[in-house]
T-cell receptor, first 116, second 114 residues
Framework: KAGVTQTPRYLIKTRGQQVTLSCSPI?????VSWYQQTPGQGLQFLFE???????NKGNFPGRFSGRQFSNSRSEMNVSTLELGDSALYLC???????????????FGDGTRLSIL | AQTVTQSQPEMSVQEAETVTLSCTYD???????LFWYKQPPSRQMILVIR??????QNATENRFSVNFQKAAKSFSLKISDSQLGDTAMYFC???????????FGKGTKLTVNP
């Protein structure tokens, strides 16, 4: 079974631009979560989607948004990029079935975003 | 809000020896799960072991085991017979029941020396 796939692997943008990152979960998984990883702040939760609905959101500005498609693939978008948005963005999927939060999450390799 | 604290930023161990990584957490929840994730330089986050809070028995996965002290809110990871491939960042994480959100500690960088 293929793992969680994130594209692109690396991305370089300049301040003020916007960016879209993609995540394809493990086949059959319906829950997708996004995390931002930086040396200073560590790993921080961005948001979680299940069946095309955002179920939970972290403490990030409105410039960070996401969506999920009917095939469970998810995208996150960051608008008006700032230098501080430079980070590794990780996506994780879980089946989302049964009692919520009981299934383990599986992570992708992440997208390394650099802002110049 | 839940917090997870890893007090050891870096640790090193000799190959074949045993090492213990510390983690404490703070929560008022009764239903929750604890995890240890490993992130090697390849950067993929890999689940090492998980513990359900309602289970008193400590979880074990091959060379990895935990010491879960619920009253003390402590969740340490023991790696036995350390291997060079164990070199990685190790993150302790908390997830409350009914939620997919993981709260991570800052991580411990473990180096296994030959």
């Amino acid at each position: 079974k293929a793992g969680v796939t994130q594209t692109p692997r690396y991305l370089i943008k300049t301040r003020g631009q916007q960016v879209t990152l993609s995540c394809s979960p493990i086949s059959g998984h319906r829950s997708v979560s996004w995390y931002q990883q930086t040396p200073g702040q560590g790993l921080q939760f961005l948001f979680e989607y299940f069946s095309e609905t955002q179920r939970n959101k972290g403490n990030f500005p409105g410039r960070f948004s996401g969506r999920q498609f009917s095939n469970s693939r998810s995208e996150m978008n960051v608008s008006t990029l700032e230098l501080g948005d430079s980070a590794l963005y990780l996506c994780a999927s879980s089946s989302g079935t049964g009692t919520r939060g009981t299934q383990p999450q599986h992570f992708g390799d992440g997208t390394r975003l650099s802002i110049l | 809000a839940q917090t997870v604290t890893q007090s050891q930023p870096e640790m090193s161990v000799q190959e074949a020896e045993t090492v213990t990584l510390s983690c404490t957490y703070d929560t008022s929840e009764n239903n929750y799960y604890l995890f240890w994730y490993k992130q090697p330089p390849s950067r993929q986050m890999i689940l090492v072991i998980r513990q359900e809070a309602y289970k008193q028995q400590n979880a074990t996965e091959n060379r990895f085991s935990v010491n879960f002290q619920k009253a003390a809110k402590s969740f340490s990871l023991k790696i036995s017979d350390s291997q060079l491939g164990d070199t990685a960042m190790y993150f302790c994480a908390f997830r409350k029941g009914g939620s997919e959100k993981l709260v991570f500690g800052k991580g411990t960088k473990l180096t296994v020396n030959p």
